[in-house]
């Protein structure tokens, strides 16, 4: 599997996904091996979004066909967070992967989300690792909602495109939920709809009184009408505007950053597990006020042998 | 100042609680000590949060003199997780403190917060531990805001008391949070003004929609107004009914509970304590993939000899 993951075999990609997915542990020592035989080129790693019905899919499509055109290999991620099933997902997946089918230089995959959002945004995490290992130029990682987890999640990109539309509320919700200030570029879709121009000043009026002082680097406003493709160019533009704006420096921070994330969630899952198989002889002695939080803690890290992972 | 303490020095305990805010880990073996010659006697940890404005403190004055009437001692934690400055609340207290300076059953302490939810949250349940020990009849834990943090921090209470007002959107905003779904008990303040009864059935409503089956328990909806105590014992009544009703073994799972976030709490920050120490070294070679991130969390923790704290 190995070899064929590194000969560019998209069913061993596929396979290693799932293995990642699943939490198994042979995943993740494949993604090792692979790592050893084969240096890892960085993936220009674009997040895309935006509450439901903005039109993410449609604007990612618009975006795989001028990736394409460039000649650039690309992969989309789809997840939804909020969703606990994949029924529809997988409908609209088949729809959307009918459209590229023939088409060799683009991989789909949408990601079940299994309850826990830490296991999800780890195997977000370590996904992006393979499917950067596997070759990809250009990486779509396309999250529905607005909340903490597309913040989190978008953490995790180079380039972070917050998609809105000129429909009531979009851009009030968003800034409640602390996604405005992730955007590296404002994608306002739909701008054919009446209030595109309204909601530009809307935006561009939040960031004048966000701005710290003239260095403040602005967030691009693009409009698309992404059903007819308009804007897509200018989009991709402005992407490509970021990753010059950010320079080595800016895309390395960034990747520390998602190493950062993923170490947090690793360390969170590990203590979960340490926490779980011990909580019922724990927890009583802590309630009893027989042993402190600390004391349990030292316990539970150097007092036991490592957890044996599933 | 352990035999300070177990004399019921009021100065020992204030001592105390400041080490516990610094972090000093005298505070936390002063806690421990003062276990070993004390059994602890429960107290009746009541949360009381709800938006600023909503009249918490002069609802908790309010109880304060009940419980004091029934010859109970009493503390009370203010937290403002919130606000970054302390400056405001300090003169409020001040005034609070006044009223209630010449009673020697009366204990307030405010809890300044440090940026760093978490280390407050430990601060919170610690603090919480201290004055139990010290002997307290009745602890009301006074949260400002309505936001994660709030459900959070009222999650170690025993008995939670969610503050509305009629004045709009109170209740919307508590319903977006999560913060409905933690009541214990509604106290619809200030219900004097218009629309307390239209809030009520806003409240009943939403309790409606969320009733499970028949066995649903439903928090009990009290109207108050506290600058003049009306509904002031009538609340209190309501307070000891939900213990009746939760009974001894639903206060020990509420104080599982309260352990389980503590633990939680420690947990994350020792994690935070491991990776700081060491995020120079291991986040660069993540990031170029030379280690995955269960391996790093595995040197983390079993790689390295026990963190020293400060």
Redesign the interface.
Known sequence: MLERFLAGDERALARLISLLEAGD?RG?AL??DA?AHKT?QRSHVIGITGAPGAGKSTLTDGLIFACRARGQRVAVLMIDPSSPFTGGAILGDRIRMGKHHADNGVYLRSMATRGALGGLA?TV??TL?ALE?FGFDVIFLETVGVGQSEVDIASVADHVVVVLTPAGGDAVQAFKAGIMEIADVFCINKADLPGADRLQREIRAAQELGAHDEHTHWAEIVQTVASNTQGITTLLEAIDAHRVWLGEAGI?AR??E???F??????????RR??AAR?AE???R?????L???D???E???GAP?PV?S
Chains 1, 2 share one sequence.
Do not use: C, K
């Open positions: 542990i993740t993604l090792r790592r890892v780890r995490v370590s690792s290992l390395t990747r520390l998602r190493a950062r993923e170490l947090n969630q690793a360390i969170q899952d590990a203590a340490l926490l909580e724990l927890l009583p802590l309630e009893r006020g027989e402190s939080a600390d349990a803690v030292r539970l890290l150097y490592p992972e």
